[in-house]
Protein backbone atom coordinates (compact mmCIF):
# COMPACT_ATOMS: atom_id res chain seq x y z
CA UNK A 1 0.00 0.00 0.00
CA UNK A 2 3.00 2.40 1.10
CA UNK A 3 4.43 1.68 -2.20
CA UNK A 4 1.79 2.62 -4.78
CA UNK A 5 0.44 5.83 -2.51
CA UNK A 6 3.60 6.84 -3.17
CA UNK A 7 3.94 6.39 -6.83
CA UNK A 8 0.67 7.85 -7.35
CA UNK A 9 1.87 10.69 -5.02
CA UNK A 10 5.04 11.77 -6.81
CA UNK A 11 2.77 10.77 -10.07
CA UNK A 12 -0.02 13.29 -9.33
CA UNK A 13 2.77 15.63 -8.41
CA UNK A 14 4.41 15.40 -12.16
CA UNK A 15 0.94 16.46 -13.52
CA UNK A 16 0.52 19.13 -11.38
CA UNK A 17 3.83 20.46 -11.93
CA UNK A 18 3.41 19.95 -15.85
CA UNK A 19 -0.17 22.44 -15.49
CA UNK A 20 1.83 25.01 -13.75
CA UNK A 21 4.65 24.91 -16.95
CA UNK A 22 2.80 24.94 -20.19
CA UNK A 23 5.95 26.24 -22.00
CA UNK A 24 7.02 22.43 -21.55
CA UNK A 25 3.82 21.78 -23.93
CA UNK A 26 5.01 24.86 -26.47
CA UNK A 27 8.67 23.94 -27.04
CA UNK A 28 8.12 19.84 -26.82
CA UNK A 29 5.12 20.05 -29.26
CA UNK A 30 5.74 23.44 -31.30
CA UNK A 31 9.68 21.85 -32.19
CA UNK A 32 8.01 18.67 -33.35
CA UNK A 33 5.66 20.38 -35.58
CA UNK A 34 7.93 22.69 -37.29
CA UNK A 35 10.25 19.61 -38.14
CA UNK A 36 7.39 17.96 -39.60
CA UNK A 37 6.47 20.89 -41.63
CA UNK A 38 9.86 22.08 -42.86
CA UNK A 39 11.01 18.37 -43.57
CA UNK A 40 7.68 16.59 -44.61
CA UNK A 41 7.45 19.57 -47.50
CA UNK A 42 10.99 19.85 -47.83
CA UNK A 43 11.67 16.62 -49.42
CA UNK A 44 11.11 15.80 -52.75
CA UNK A 45 9.77 11.92 -52.24
CA UNK A 46 6.24 11.16 -52.31
CA UNK A 47 3.63 10.49 -49.68
CA UNK A 48 6.95 11.94 -47.00
CA UNK A 49 4.74 13.46 -44.88
CA UNK A 50 2.94 10.27 -43.79
CA UNK A 51 6.44 8.17 -43.47
CA UNK A 52 7.87 11.18 -41.26
CA UNK A 53 4.49 11.61 -39.11
CA UNK A 54 5.18 8.43 -36.23
CA UNK A 55 8.90 10.34 -35.84
CA UNK A 56 7.32 13.35 -35.31
CA UNK A 57 5.59 12.09 -32.85
CA UNK A 58 8.43 9.89 -30.85
CA UNK A 59 10.32 13.10 -31.07
CA UNK A 60 7.58 15.04 -29.21
CA UNK A 61 7.75 12.42 -26.85
CA UNK A 62 11.83 12.96 -26.75
CA UNK A 63 11.86 16.34 -26.09
CA UNK A 64 9.20 16.13 -23.36
CA UNK A 65 10.87 13.47 -21.50
CA UNK A 66 14.12 15.67 -21.59
CA UNK A 67 12.12 18.60 -19.69
CA UNK A 68 10.27 15.94 -17.71
CA UNK A 69 13.45 14.82 -16.46
CA UNK A 70 15.70 18.18 -16.04
CA UNK A 71 12.98 18.63 -12.72
CA UNK A 72 14.79 15.54 -11.03
CA UNK A 73 18.06 17.68 -10.76
CA UNK A 74 16.14 20.39 -9.57
CA UNK A 75 14.28 18.24 -7.23
CA UNK A 76 17.63 17.11 -5.92
CA UNK A 77 19.00 20.55 -5.70
CA UNK A 78 15.93 21.95 -3.83
CA UNK A 79 15.80 19.40 -1.31
CA UNK A 80 12.76 17.75 -1.87
CA UNK A 81 14.03 14.48 -3.05
CA UNK A 82 16.27 14.22 0.11
CA UNK A 83 13.00 14.56 1.89
CA UNK A 84 11.09 12.04 -0.08
CA UNK A 85 13.96 9.42 0.55
CA UNK A 86 13.53 9.71 4.21
CA UNK A 87 9.83 8.76 4.05
CA UNK A 88 9.14 5.03 4.95
CA UNK A 89 8.44 4.31 1.29
CA UNK A 90 10.17 1.86 -0.63
CA UNK A 91 12.57 3.98 -2.63
CA UNK A 92 11.95 2.28 -5.91
CA UNK A 93 8.24 3.50 -5.34
CA UNK A 94 10.09 6.66 -5.47
CA UNK A 95 11.45 6.06 -8.79
CA UNK A 96 8.65 4.55 -10.01
CA UNK A 97 6.50 7.65 -9.14
CA UNK A 98 8.87 9.83 -10.74
CA UNK A 99 9.31 8.28 -14.45
CA UNK A 100 5.54 7.03 -14.96
CA UNK A 101 4.28 11.01 -14.04
CA UNK A 102 7.23 11.53 -17.00
CA UNK A 103 6.19 9.00 -19.31
CA UNK A 104 2.53 10.05 -18.57
CA UNK A 105 2.78 13.50 -19.59
CA UNK A 106 5.37 12.82 -22.45
CA UNK A 107 2.96 9.91 -24.08
CA UNK A 108 0.19 12.88 -23.80
CA UNK A 109 2.58 15.28 -25.75
CA UNK A 110 3.35 12.66 -28.43
CA UNK A 111 -0.23 12.13 -28.64
CA UNK A 112 -1.49 15.58 -29.30
CA UNK A 113 -0.19 15.04 -32.60
CA UNK A 114 -2.76 12.42 -33.38
CA UNK A 115 -5.51 14.27 -35.43
CA UNK A 116 -2.87 15.26 -38.01
CA UNK A 117 -2.62 11.60 -39.00
CA UNK A 118 -6.08 12.03 -40.73
CA UNK A 119 -4.01 14.43 -43.28
CA UNK A 120 -2.04 11.92 -44.63
CA UNK A 121 -4.48 9.58 -44.82
CA UNK A 122 -4.37 7.14 -41.80
CA UNK A 123 -7.07 4.92 -40.82
CA UNK A 124 -7.65 4.60 -37.07
CA UNK A 125 -8.33 0.86 -35.85
CA UNK A 126 -9.33 0.12 -32.05
CA UNK A 127 -6.45 -2.74 -31.71
CA UNK A 128 -4.22 -0.76 -33.37
CA UNK A 129 -4.64 2.49 -32.07
CA UNK A 130 -4.11 0.84 -28.93
CA UNK A 131 -1.39 -0.75 -29.31
CA UNK A 132 0.10 2.94 -31.14
CA UNK A 133 -0.78 4.28 -27.60
CA UNK A 134 1.40 1.38 -25.56
CA UNK A 135 4.08 1.93 -27.85
CA UNK A 136 4.59 5.78 -27.25
CA UNK A 137 3.78 5.20 -23.73
CA UNK A 138 6.39 2.56 -23.41
CA UNK A 139 9.30 4.44 -25.55
CA UNK A 140 8.08 7.41 -23.01
CA UNK A 141 8.99 5.11 -19.70
CA UNK A 142 12.23 3.64 -21.08
CA UNK A 143 13.89 7.22 -21.86
CA UNK A 144 12.11 8.85 -18.86
CA UNK A 145 13.95 5.79 -16.67
CA UNK A 146 16.93 6.40 -18.70
CA UNK A 147 16.71 10.16 -18.32
CA UNK A 148 16.28 9.91 -14.21
CA UNK A 149 19.09 7.31 -14.29
CA UNK A 150 21.67 9.93 -15.75
CA UNK A 151 19.65 13.13 -13.97
CA UNK A 152 20.87 11.13 -10.58
CA UNK A 153 24.53 11.10 -11.36
CA UNK A 154 24.71 15.07 -12.95
CA UNK A 155 24.58 17.90 -11.08
CA UNK A 156 24.30 20.35 -13.71
CA UNK A 157 20.89 20.97 -15.84
CA UNK A 158 23.28 22.24 -18.90
CA UNK A 159 25.31 19.32 -18.72
CA UNK A 160 22.31 16.79 -18.37
CA UNK A 161 20.59 18.32 -21.25
CA UNK A 162 23.98 17.95 -23.62
CA UNK A 163 24.25 14.61 -22.45
CA UNK A 164 20.39 13.81 -23.45
CA UNK A 165 20.95 15.59 -26.38
CA UNK A 166 24.16 14.04 -27.35
CA UNK A 167 22.42 10.54 -26.72
CA UNK A 168 18.37 10.95 -27.70
CA UNK A 169 18.99 12.34 -31.13
CA UNK A 170 21.15 9.85 -32.80
CA UNK A 171 19.12 7.07 -31.38
CA UNK A 172 16.19 8.95 -33.00
CA UNK A 173 17.96 9.24 -36.47
CA UNK A 174 18.77 5.98 -36.99
CA UNK A 175 15.42 4.69 -35.65
CA UNK A 176 13.96 4.76 -39.33
CA UNK A 177 12.11 7.98 -38.30
CA UNK A 178 13.65 10.37 -40.60
CA UNK A 179 14.40 7.38 -43.73
CA UNK A 180 14.01 3.78 -44.54
CA UNK A 181 16.57 1.33 -44.65
CA UNK A 182 19.56 0.99 -42.42
CA UNK A 183 22.50 2.44 -45.40
CA UNK A 184 24.93 -0.56 -44.09
CA UNK A 185 25.21 -3.63 -41.97
CA UNK A 186 26.68 -1.68 -38.77
CA UNK A 187 23.58 0.84 -39.05
CA UNK A 188 21.14 -2.01 -39.62
CA UNK A 189 22.59 -3.77 -36.08
CA UNK A 190 22.58 -0.27 -34.68
CA UNK A 191 18.39 0.17 -35.39
CA UNK A 192 18.23 -3.44 -34.05
CA UNK A 193 19.41 -2.97 -30.96
CA UNK A 194 18.26 0.37 -31.00
CA UNK A 195 14.53 1.23 -28.64
CA UNK A 196 13.32 3.90 -30.78
CA UNK A 197 13.04 1.57 -34.08
CA UNK A 198 10.37 -0.44 -32.04
CA UNK A 199 8.69 2.61 -31.03
CA UNK A 200 8.89 4.38 -34.36
CA UNK A 201 7.70 1.03 -35.66
CA UNK A 202 4.68 0.59 -33.06
CA UNK A 203 3.56 3.47 -34.15
CA UNK A 204 3.58 2.90 -37.80
CA UNK A 205 1.59 0.03 -37.42
CA UNK A 206 -0.85 1.56 -35.52
CA UNK A 207 -1.56 4.42 -37.81
CA UNK A 208 -1.20 2.70 -40.68
CA UNK A 209 -2.73 -0.72 -39.83
CA UNK A 210 -3.31 -3.57 -43.17
CA UNK A 211 -1.08 -0.94 -44.77
CA UNK A 212 2.31 -2.89 -46.26
CA UNK A 213 4.75 -1.28 -44.30
CA UNK A 214 7.90 -3.33 -45.26
CA UNK A 215 10.36 -4.98 -43.20
CA UNK A 216 9.99 -3.37 -40.15
CA UNK A 217 9.12 -4.72 -36.61
CA UNK A 218 5.34 -6.03 -36.20
CA UNK A 219 3.29 -4.61 -33.09
CA UNK A 220 3.62 -7.55 -30.42
CA UNK A 221 7.67 -7.60 -31.18
CA UNK A 222 7.47 -4.01 -30.64
CA UNK A 223 5.63 -3.99 -27.25
CA UNK A 224 7.71 -7.12 -25.94
CA UNK A 225 11.03 -5.53 -26.37
CA UNK A 226 9.92 -1.70 -25.34
CA UNK A 227 8.66 -3.67 -22.17
CA UNK A 228 11.80 -5.23 -21.67
CA UNK A 229 14.13 -2.16 -21.90
CA UNK A 230 11.67 -0.40 -19.64
CA UNK A 231 12.05 -3.25 -16.97
CA UNK A 232 15.97 -2.61 -17.46
CA UNK A 233 16.14 0.97 -17.22
CA UNK A 234 13.53 1.19 -14.42
CA UNK A 235 15.77 -1.34 -12.46
CA UNK A 236 19.15 0.62 -14.15
CA UNK A 237 17.76 3.70 -12.09
CA UNK A 238 15.88 2.12 -8.46
CA UNK A 239 19.43 0.25 -7.89
CA UNK A 240 21.22 3.34 -8.64
CA UNK A 241 19.07 5.50 -6.03
CA UNK A 242 19.25 2.45 -3.66
CA UNK A 243 23.46 2.79 -3.85
CA UNK A 244 23.60 6.23 -3.17
CA UNK A 245 21.32 5.76 -0.26
CA UNK A 246 24.00 3.19 0.96
CA UNK A 247 26.81 5.17 0.50
CA UNK A 248 25.23 8.18 3.09
Known amino acids: ?48 RAYFLPGTMVMSVLFACIFSNASVIEDRQEGFLQSVMVAPV ?36 FLPLLGLI ?27 HTIMNMVLLPLWMASGAVFAGSGSPWMAAVMKLNPFTYGVAGVRRGLFAGTDLGPIPDLPTCLAVLAGVSLFFYALSSWAVEKTHEKR
Open 1 to 48: MNFWMAVYTLWQRELVRFYRQPSWVMGSIGTALLFWGVLGTGIPVANY
Open 90 to 125: PRTAIVMGKILGGATLSTFQGLILLPAALSVGAGFQ
Open 134 to 160: LSLFLLAFVINAMGFWLAWKIESRAGF
